[in-house]
């Protein structure tokens, strides 16, 4: 029997990566002006800041029922059963709607709530391939991964917080006066919402502190593990490549002996942290 993998553009795997692994991305829908664009199909990550950056109306959704099911059936024309890997539950409804979608698959579809986004979700998409190859069915596949969901965490921190602001997330008052004093939140999660973690004053402070919650976590929740058996996942919405570089350089030194790599953050998490924001994630590597 062979299952294949689908996933969503959250994950940061796009175009020939996903060829090359042999899965199908569903593209993550976002607003500009009432217009809908698909990430890395129609619109570009510069364009996407162009008009973020320029105050127009811009905003993140989620991938249409009709979307997700042409995607399951293209796949399911060759593929005896499918394993469906959405961004968490707890930070949007993908899931829930995909869940239901599964009625009308004969049990040919399984979806894993896993509670991942971004660099985690392309560590589960990894694990995906990995027991899929070892001949899993998509009913096993969502029980490993559901059952490894909060053996991860994300920390994040941003430029500003205007962008937090426009989507509610912070009030106007709020981000009018962490901006005037250079406070920047450092947020975390471990499956489903952001929770403020710590603020920190200045930028850089701010992106150390985000690394030196990582160690700890790596210290304490992850400590039995050896740094070979620890994938280290880099994230950021940056403008400038040699700044992504170099975010990347900054963490790796904080785990040598792990594998540690950088994707960009996609555009429906960028909508709401904006430009030059910087995270990092850890989970285990998908032989563990």
Known sequence: MSTAVVTDSNSGIFGDEARQMGIHVIPMPVIIDDHTYFENEDITHAQFFEALMGNRNVSSSQPSPGAIMDVWELVLDTADELIYIPMSSGLSGSYQSAQMLTEEYDGRVAVADNHRI????????????????????????????????????????????????????????????????????????????????????????????????????????????????????????????????????????????????YDPLSLSVACHTGPNAAGAGISLAPEV
């Not at 991860?152 to 205007?162: Q, R, W």
């Not at 170099?246 to 030194?253: G, T």
Request: glycine share 6%.
């Open 118 to 261: 971004s660099v985690t979700q392309r560590q589960s998409v990894l694990q995906a391939c990995k027991l899929a190859r070892e001949g899993a069915t998509a009913a096993q596949i969502k029980q490993k991964l559901e059952e490894d969901a909060y053996k991860s965490c994300v920390y994040l921190t941003v430029e500003t917080l205007m962008y937090f602001k426009r989507t509610g997330r912070v009030t106007p008052a709020a981000a009018a006066l962490g901006d005037l004093l250079g406070i920047k939140p450092v947020l975390e999660t471990h499956g489903d919402k952001f929770d403020t973690y710590q603020k920190i004053r200045g930028l850089q402070k701010a992106r150390q502190g985000v690394i030196d919650a990582l160690v700890k976590e790596r210290n304490t929740v992850f400590a039995q593990y050896s740094a070979e058996q620890l994938l280290i996942g880099c994230a950021g919405s940056f403008l400038d490549r040699d700044e992504a570089k170099a975010w990347k350089e900054q963490v790796a030194a904080a785990f040598p002996g792990s594998m540690v790599y």
